[in-house]
């Protein structure tokens, strides 16, 4: 304890001298402080000032550790988040952004990802700029870069206000894409699916997400292999979608095999995505022709007799039974890429992958 504070003391006073050699040695030894101590981030609230200060020199040398060093400090201290926008620390981040040198694009992405996590910052953090770079980011970003300017737009999108702004920017082929490639199970997926659920209220991105070639079908494999929260996101979206335009948009989301997925959510599913399951099979079922119109063993005579009795008795055991059924026919009526996943959709061997990744101090 006594050699932390020693510690401490001794780098703030290397940061107030004129020394440059002394001044980055400090915004190191405080990133190294602070990179797990939470009470080291509360004892070094000083430093942000002459850390920001540090960042708006013209010296390149002074810019990644005075980066780091501010972006551990904003690390779960919700104080520092808001000291360091107010102390003027957005105006060299967002310039770093356009950076052609990918480690301060980078470190600049991961501090405003997590600035953005104060609700106080939220409208002053979109107020400068930022959401069009962020998205250039998803573009041209290195690996990390794109997984935590996906994650800042996720935090953005909950002002209302920032959703027209994420659109008019043509975000959502790149977050479609990233969804496409990243592991579903994984916290990127899960705000890409925020992101989408957010996004498809608007007609031009529904429109977007179906025309991307496995679009649809990326959002089925977070619903069906995604963490709860994924999930939940991920048959909201299909269900907005359904229930914006049941015409237009039914047809490619059962032609990516949704239906096996849909059932399991509807018996182990959280309490939100459970009902938002249940609508959708109600809403995928429903046809323009009666029943006895079709044949009896279709797709969707099965789902009909699942949805009647899926709030009886028993609901577990006969939705694992159907859901058996629902699977044979799938595979006999081949549905697009459900034939290369149907061996492993199987009752007993539906499970969800637990692996979200964590956003760590730098």
């Given at each position: ?126 107020a400068c700029g930022t959401i069009p770079l962020l998205v250039n980011i998803l573009r041209d970003g290195t690996p990390q870069a794109k997984a ?12 209302p206000d920032n959703l027209s702004t994420i659109l008019e920017t043509n975000a959502m082929p790149c977050i479609v894409n990233i969804l496409k490639t990243c592991r579903k199970s994984s916290k990127i997926a ?173």
């Open positions: 304890m006594e050699e932390e504070a020693v510690a401490v003391r001794r780098a703030l006073d290397f940061l107030n001298q004129n020394d440059p050699v002394l001044r980055v040695q400090a915004a190191r030894d405080i990133r190294r402080l602070t990179k797990t101590s939470h009470r080291c981030r509360r004892h070094l609230r000083h430093a942000v000032s002459p850390l920001v200060s540090m960042l708006r020199l013209d010296s390149p040398e002074f810019h990644e550790p005075a980066l780091l060093a501010l972006l551990n400090l904003a690390v779960k201290d919700h104080k520092n988040k808001i000291n360091i926008v107010e102390a003027g620390a957005l105006e060299p981040i967002v310039s770093f952004l356009k950076s052609q040198n990918p480690n301060l694009q980078e470190y600049a992405t991961a501090s405003l990802l997590t600035l953005s996590a104060s609700p106080i910052n939220k409208p002053i953090i979109s935590d300017a996906v994650m800042a737009l996720s935090n953005l999108s909950t002002d899960e705000k890409c699916s925020a992101l989408i659920e957010s996004l498809v209220g608007y007609e031009e991105a529904r429109n977007t997400l179906t025309c991307e070639e496995g679009g649809v079908l990326a959002v089925v494999e977070v619903l069906e292999n995604g963490t709860p929260q994924s999930r939940e996101h991920a048959v909201g979206a299909l269900l907005t979608m359904c229930q914006s335009d049941r015409c237009k948009y039914r047809e490619p989301i059962l032609r990516e095999g949704v239906i096996p997925g849909l059932l399991e959510l509807t018996v182990q599913g959280t309490p939100t995505s459970q009902p938002k399951a249940r609508s959708l099979l109600q809403l995928l079922r429903e046809s323009p022709y009666s029943r006895s119109d079709v044949e009896p063993d279709t797709l969707e005579n099965i789902v009909c007799d699942i949805i009647s009795q899926i709030d009886g008795d028993d609901q577990s055991g006969k939705a694992k039974k159907m859901l058996a059924e629902m699977v044979q026919v799938s595979m006999e009526q081949s549905l697009r890429h459900l034939q290369q996943r149907a061996l492993v959709c199987t009752p007993s061997d539906i499970r969800i992958t637990n692996c979200a990744s964590e956003v760590s101090s730098k």
